[in-house]
């Protein structure tokens, strides 16, 4: 049984994932170009890399639970 709205969760979790997998990408680009990569580059790649994965994992949840029949007002 589909929970309603599950392709927008889908849709959200690939687009996090997608901008997550940007962000670093950028990151190891520009250090292949030379330049040095500084503390607060780190930092907000962590950052946005992780936030970017909890909001993913946030919106696969409501669909995993309603594999384990869980009724849909809970979930």
């Known amino acids: 049984m589909e929970i309603k709205g599950a392709a927008l969760l889908y849709t959200l ?3 996090m ?3 997550a997998g940007f962000a670093a990408l950028l990151l190891i680009i520009r250090q292949a170009a030379g330049a040095p990569l500084s ?3 780190r930092f907000l790649t962590r950052t946005i890399v992780g936030h970017f994965f909890w909001i993913a994992a946030g919106a696969l949840f ?3 639970l309603s594999l384990y029949d869980i009724p849909e007002p809970w979930v």
């Open 13 to 15: 979790a690939a687009m």
């Open 17 to 19: 994932i997608t901008f």
């Open 39 to 41: 503390a607060l580059d």
């Open 62 to 64: 409501p669909p995993v």
